[in-house]
């Protein structure tokens, strides 16, 4: 059995939270003046949320890039921090500025718990083979 499906998941986990961040804030940039005139209040506040979700979509990028090179140590703290920094930034931002961020901050929680049960997968994985080296 290969050992290296858990981080295998673990960027693919990482890969399709930065996709939704994107696809979300192109989503969320082409409606921003369906509903409400193009310059109005409701419609700028829809534009920094999309600029804001392509900022987070990039940042998730650039703190995967260690984590890819580097499968452990402090690559792998960024990816965590990174992951419960949005989640706390996204629900101080529901309560201050826009409903829309509670939706999201869904989005980094699970990538969060994603992320430990892989590695608490890998952990496993590697045990058994560590045992019986020693037995040897």
């Not at 409606?31 to 209040?41: E, I």
């Not at 994603?114 to 040897?136: G, I, S, Y």
Request: proline share 3%; net charge negative; hydrophobic share 60%.
């Amino acid at each position: 059995m290969n050992s290296r499906w858990p981080f295998y998941a673990s960027v693919v986990v990482l890969v399709c939270e930065c996709i939704a961040c994107f696809l979300a804030g192109a989503i969320e940039w082409g409606d921003r003046g369906v509903m409400v005139s193009a310059d109005s209040a409701e419609a700028a506040e829809q534009a920094r949320f999309a600029v804001e979700l392509g900022a987070i979509g990039t940042l998730n990028l650039l703190a995967s890039i260690p984590f890819l090179l580097r499968h452990s140590g402090w690559a792998w703290l960024l990816v965590l921090g990174m992951q419960l920094g949005i989640f706390v930034v996204a629900l101080i931002e529901g309560v201050l500025t826009d409903l829309g961020w509670f939706y999201f901050s869904g989005l980094p929680l699970l990538t969060l718990f994603l992320l430990v049960a892989f590695r608490e997968a890998q952990a496993r994985l590697k045990l058994p083979v560590e045992r019986n080296l020693t037995a040897l």
